[in-house]
């Protein structure tokens, strides 16, 4: 017997090529998917310092005091969550390690007495590799805004691929700036 088309059971042409385009398609989104995700954490990572660097100065103008914000940096780890940074209110009291600031006691924690305003560490894929504030760790304004100390400098958050840097200006301004390797010249 003869068959009809009703009978006829399958793909079209353009059934086929639809599925093979979306085939196509997502073999050459999926390897890049990762570091997509990848780079956009450690974007989020930065502008999340940058956002609480504001918030501290900010508070340090509210509330007339000085704030502090303590770096801890760590070797790179593809993996990330290497490295913490914590922010403070700095008592202006000796001997304790927000006293940093002040006193330079060399313990660039936070003492007990000090009230935390937050604690962060880096999250999957970001290392935070680098803080230099005019040779320590610590960073922070004073009840005007400014630079705790005149302490001016950077820090730097990576993943595998991207290096983001933020900057503290002696005017107390602060910048954010991306890198495909973290060398002095790639900075935009």
């Not at 974007?43 to 504001?54: E, L």
């Not at 508070?59 to 922010?87: H, L, Q």
């Not at 924690?109 to 935390?116: K, L, Q, R």
Request: aromatic content about 8%.
């Amino acid at each position: 017997m003869f068959e009809t088309p009703k009978d006829i059971k399958g793909f079209t042409l353009i059934e086929l090529m639809i599925v093979i385009a979306i085939i196509s398609l997502l073999v050459v989104v999926t390897p890049n998917f990762g570091r997509i995700l990848a780079d956009q954490r450690l974007k989020g990572c930065a502008r999340d310092i940058y956002s609480k660097m504001q918030k501290a100065k900010s508070e340090a103008i509210k509330r007339n005091t000085t704030v502090g914000i303590s770096f801890t940096p760590a070797a790179f780890v593809p993996d990330g969550r290497a490295g913490t940074y914590t922010v403070f209110i700095d008592n202006g009291g000796v001997g304790g390690g927000a006293d940093d600031l002040i006193h330079d006691t060399g313990n660039p924690n936070p003492s007990d007495d000090e009230a935390t305003i937050a604690f962060v560490t880096m999250p999957k894929n970001v290392s935070l590799v680098n803080a230099n504030f005019s040779g320590t760790s610590v960073a922070g304004f004073n009840s005007r805004g400014l630079p705790a100390r005149s302490r001016i400098g950077n820090i730097q958050v990576r993943n595998s691929t991207r290096w983001y840097k933020i900057t503290l200006s002696i005017a107390g301004n602060l910048q954010m700036q991306i890198s495909g390797d973290g060398t002095d010249g790639s900075w935009q």
